[in-house]
């Protein structure tokens, strides 16, 4: 089965770079007469709806463009082919069966197809076709649960907002990579509302901290960064406030004990132990030149990525709300075993989260 120069597909989970690209390749090949232009929506409410966009699709491929010219079919965010209820529906399935042999058999001239989805499972024959027959182009987003995520995806935030003659602080640009996250169309929209935010002040190329705690609002990151902060704090009232709500939107307990809670106690615990060995500064770039340039005995305790290099961000935040009192390698054991507790026991999950926050907090 050779390839189809005909057919261009634009897969991954970084939906803003995928998108902008499939329209954009879209944009520079269709032709002028908008008649020979067909986009189609791949979003489908339910099976019986995926099957009909499979059929659109199909009478698109079998309908002559006006005039002989060539025609452009733009299949555009399709949400059925991941591995989710909706991708495994028999309507789906059928609607998929219907759409292969003419994408197997698809016209080497006279007609172009793209494609675009950021939800895909690469296991189904679907996409093993496509990845056969097609142009495959894949824009996948960082993966936060890798160590080191964040320095992976500072050079591209660094590169956007120098594009627009901005600058960031270095606290400000840690504090904005742990909000917003990996995705890179809410990374546009968010440098794009603080340019225009500067463009009304005397600094007009400078992000501070100040300025992303004022314009970047709660993503998925940054409720995992606030509900961090709120325990840093022992902030019980808000921590508790924050993970109740991601519990009533049906997220896992165990997703929020191993993204927010365990990784901001275990930032105390080497915090705590840092700061008895020498007198944590309240600056952040004093701080990373103290870390740089601290005994061998703190270098051997901080937690390091797969690269060995040090995520010195969340240690400052949690160097400055140190408790003297309290016994964080007692708190991480409490973690420890509410995550045991949530894995394996039948245990009430919302009442084992809020025991340990009540711990964690007093």
């Known amino acids: 089965m050779q390839k189809s120069p005909n057919i261009i597909t634009?897969?991954?989970?970084?939906?803003?770079?995928?998108?902008s690209k499939a329209q954009a390749y879209f944009d520079h090949i269709k032709p002028s007469d908008e008649?020979?232009?067909?986009?189609?929506?791949?979003q489908a409410d339910d099976s019986e709806q995926a099957l009909n966009i499979c059929l659109k699709v199909i009478e698109a491929i079998q309908t002559v463009s006006f005039f002989g010219d060539h025609k452009v079919i733009y299949l555009k965010q399709i949400n059925f082919l991941g591995g989710n209820v909706l991708g495994e529906s028999l309507a789906t399935l059928e609607g998929l069966a219907q759409l292969t042999p003419y994408l197997e058999q698809f016209p080497e001239t006279g007609v172009t197809i793209i494609i675009s989805a950021t939800q895909i499972d690469k296991r189904k024959s679907f996409y093993k076709l496509l990845s056969k027959i097609g142009d495959v182009h894949t824009y996948d987003a960082i993966d936060m649960s890798r160590d080191g995520w964040e320095r992976n995806i500072s050079p591209l935030i660094r590169k956007?907002?120098?594009?627009?003659?901005?600058?960031?602080?270095p606290d400000a640009l840690d504090l904005f990579i742990l909000l917003i996250g990996n995705q890179t169309r809410q990374i546009d929209v968010e440098i794009e509302?603080?340019?225009?935010?500067?463009?009304?002040?005397?600094?007009?190329s400078t992000i501070t901290k100040e300025i992303i705690e004022t314009l970047v609002p709660l993503t998925r990151a940054g409720i995992?960064?606030?509900?961090?902060?709120?325990?840093e704090k022992q902030n019980f009232k808000k921590?508790?406030?924050?993970v109740e709500e991601q519990l009533n939107q049906l997220k896992s307990p165990i997703e929020i004990i191993r993204a927010a809670i365990i990784p901001c106690v275990r930032n105390l615990y080497y915090a705590d132990l840092i700061k008895r060995e020498?007198?944590?500064?309240?600056?952040?770039?004093?701080?990373?030149?103290?870390?740089?340039?601290a005994p061998k005995s703190i270098q051997q305790i901080l937690p390091r990525n797969k690269k060995g290099v040090v995520s010195a961000y969340p240690l400052f935040l949690a160097s400055q709300n140190i408790n003297s009192n309290a016994n964080y390698l007692e708190n991480l054991h409490a973690c420890a075993q509410t995550d045991r507790l949530l894995v394996h026991s039948n245990?009430?999950?919302?009442l084992l989260l809020q025991q340990l926050i009540i711990k964690l907090t007093r």
């Open 239 to 242: 921590a508790w406030k924050l």
């Open 10 to 19: 634009f897969f991954g989970s970084d939906e803003g770079k995928v998108s």
């Open 160 to 169: 956007k907002v120098a594009q627009k003659n901005l600058k960031f602080t």
């Open 193 to 204: 509302k603080i340019s225009l935010y500067l463009s009304s002040h005397v600094d007009k």
């Open 278 to 293: 020498i007198n944590i500064a309240s600056d952040y770039k004093q701080f990373q030149a103290q870390l740089e340039t």
């Open 35 to 42: 008649l020979n232009c067909e986009i189609i929506s791949g």
């Open 347 to 350: 245990q009430d999950s919302k």
């Open 224 to 231: 995992v960064f606030e509900i961090s902060r709120a325990l």
